[in-house]
């Protein structure tokens, strides 16, 4: 069974720094993309960072120059760490991951977790 779990969300001021992590697991999996999307109350979610498996990496333009996706294979893990946060980056945050298992590829997510920034 494929997990994502996520860690590191909570409560920041407004210019303050989170870094939220993400481990996949499960027996025999291969991972390709991995990244993060976040959720506001009464919006879509949508996508704020990908990482290929490379190391290639994509940004919502909310967040670029203030968000770094990085993922360590080893470990199966990727991280998003957030610097100079705003309000408005407050939302629940959800790993995602294209795993492929048995030669079966598919779209995983995680549980989420909140993010919240003052002002």
């Known amino acids: 069974q494929v997990q994502l779990v996520e860690s590191g969300g909570g409560l920041v001021q407004a210019g303050g720094s989170l870094r939220l992590s993400c481990v996949a697991s499960g027996s025999s999996i291969s991972i390709n993309n991995m990244g993060w999307y976040r959720q506001a109350p009464g919006k879509q979610r949508e996508l704020v960072a990908g990482?290929?498996?490379?190391?290639?990496?994509n940004y919502a333009d909310s967040v670029k120059g203030r968000f770094t996706v990085s993922r360590d294979n080893a470990k199966n893990t990727v991280y998003l760490q957030m610097n100079s946060l705003k309000p408005e980056d407050t939302a629940v945050y959800y790993c995602?991951?294209?795993?492929?298992?048995?030669?079966?590829?598919?779209?995983?997510w995680g549980q989420g977790t909140q993010v919240t920034v003052s002002s």
């Open positions: 995602n991951a294209v795993i492929i298992v048995v030669g079966v590829t598919r779209n995983y």
């Open positions: 990482i290929t498996r490379g190391g290639s990496t």
